[in-house]
Each structure stands twice: as C-alpha cells, then as structure tokens.
C-alpha cells in the first residue's frame, strides 16, 4: 500500500520503548495464556517467561517525526505511525456505527524485551497485543524475519497486514468479543483459531476500505491498493499459517495443536473481509467445516 504523499499522518499513537535489560518481569494468568498463545504462534515455548524476577523498563518516547504520507512511505516507523492513524480512524467510525463505545489503541516499539501488561516479552515473541494495558507490542526485527524466517514476499501491505491484525484484537477486546473464550482449547474449531482468523478478516476489512480513509484535512491516507499489494498481505497471513510454521519447524503438521489457523485460513479471511467488509468477519457463527 502507498500513502498519498499529503496525506497528514501523526498517530500520536506510537511510541518507542528505551532498551530494557535484566530477566523480564512475570504475569499472571493472562500472561501464561497469552505466551501459550504466542507459543504455537512461533512454535517455541516461551511460557517461562511468565515467571518472577524484574527487569529496567526504559522511557516511552512518542513518534512525532511522522508527520506525511511521504514520510510513511519512506520509513518503517512511520509506515506503522501512518498505518495506525488510518486504523485508528477506520474502527473509531466503523465500531461508533455499530453502536459501541470505542477507544483507541497504541503501538509499543521496542527492542530485545520488556514489560507488558500480560507478563515480559521479548523480540522472540513476535508482535502481539496485551487485552490487559491494551496495547500492540512490535519488535520491528519480526518484518525482517518475515521474510527470512517464515517466508512472506515482503512489501508495505505485509508490514500494515500485521499491524492491521494486532488492531483486530483491539477492536474484539473493546466490542466484548474477548469475553468468556476459552483460549487453552486448540485444534480446528477452537475458540483462539476463530478469534485469530477473525483479526485476519478485520485487517482485511480495514484493507479494502483503506482508499476511502480520509485524514482531518479530507485527504485519503492511501492510494487504492493493488493486486500486487493484496498478495503481499496474503503472502504474510501464509507465512504466519499453523500448519506453515509447524512444518517448518518440525516437518510434521498437527491440526490438534493449532491455535491460529491454516494458511489457507488465514488467506481466506483476509479476502473475506477485503472483498466484504467487518459484516464478513462472522468467524463465531459459521461451523468448524466453514472455518
């Protein structure tokens, strides 16, 4: 996806985290769950870090050198400043529409590990978003091991994909959706595939109405997306597929244990939201064979 060079795209929304060092800090019960989660994401266990000890927590500094399209196009940071001002502005109308009460949320960059309001993270751990400070954590070394590790094509649109799919969760903690899933179950039909490939359609949802998003001024933030960019986004949602990461990493793919979804899932309703907006994105109503 390419910004519209005029477009004004200051989030104030992202922020950069200090260098932290020391054993990260533990969690509680979300945390154990979300690492679980993030786990089968990256097929590492990473539960331990739900443990004791403490770590320096280094200073939040707001992105502000983000102030135009042509800044977003040109940079990784403001590409993701960028990104989340059109997000931000996307959801905020769309979620109001719908009759609930939004509110937005912000992106951490950080850097080697630190603290969350789901327990201690690290850059192992991949971009993710804690339902507890509300917040979408990023390590921006993942967009590189996104193609090196897991394959993606690359371009813009795979790096907006991932950011696209943090804000889901966002916008499925703050419409209740969150509420009272079982997150231990895995498997075809589990309540954490359908919540992940739920996000994937939201990114998609956002995706396909991204050239109608207007900054203050009435400029769109995006130019209209291009076939090319839609399979670099599809490359992404592949990349990050169960049964992708489980063969690579294993060379066996074992259903029962996925937690995310196939890639072909992930594809799937990346589309269905692209091509229909959030109203596709029934991922709790439809039965395990239509998931």
């Not at 989030?11 to 060092?21: I, N, P, Q």
């Not at 940071?77 to 001002?85: E, N, Y």
């Not at 895995?186 to 396909?208: H, K, M, T």
């Not at 899932?265 to 998931?291: H, I, K």
Request: hydrophobic letters at 35%.
């Amino acid at each position: 996806m390419t910004f519209n060079d005029n477009a004004r795209t200051n989030s104030g929304k992202v922020r950069r985290r200090g260098r932290t060092t020391g054993v990260v800090a533990g969690g509680g019960g979300v945390a154990v769950i979300a690492l679980f989660l993030l786990s089968q994401f990256l097929g590492v266990d990473l539960t331990g870090l739900a443990g004791g000890g403490s770590a320096q927590q280094g200073a939040d500094e707001v992105v502000t050198e983000c102030q135009s399209g042509a800044e977003s196009n040109a940079t990784l940071t403001c590409r993701i400043d960028g990104a989340v001002d059109s997000l931000d502005t996307y959801w905020s109308a769309t979620l109001t529409d719908s009759g609930v009460a939004y509110r937005p949320a912000e992106v951490i960059l950080f850097s080697d590990q630190t603290n969350t309001g789901c327990g201690g993270a690290t850059s192992a751990t991949g971009p993710f978003y804690c339902p507890a400070d509300e917040l979408i954590y990023i390590d921006t070394t993942f967009f590189d091991e996104l193609q090196s590790r897991f394959g993606s094509s690359g371009g813009p649109l795979s790096q907006m994909y991932v950011v696209a799919h943090e804000w889901g969760h966002h916008v499925q903690n703050v419409s209740g959706t969150m509420n009272g899933l079982d997150l231990q179950q895995s498997g075809p039909g589990s309540d954490g595939i359908r919540l992940e490939v739920q996000a994937d359609c939201f990114a998609g949802a956002w995706a396909g109405a991204a050239a109608t998003i207007v900054d203050e001024s009435g400029t769109p933030f995006l130019e209209p997306v291009t076939d090319a960019q839609v399979a670099d986004a599809l490359s992404a949602a592949a990349a990050v597929g169960d049964d992708r990461i489980q063969a690579a990493a294993t060379g066996e793919v074992n259903p029962e244990t996925w937690t995310h979804g196939s890639s072909e899932q992930r594809q799937r309703w990346f589309l269905a939201g692209y091509n229909g907006g959030p109203e596709a994105c029934n991922t709790f109503e439809v039965s395990e064979a239509e998931l």
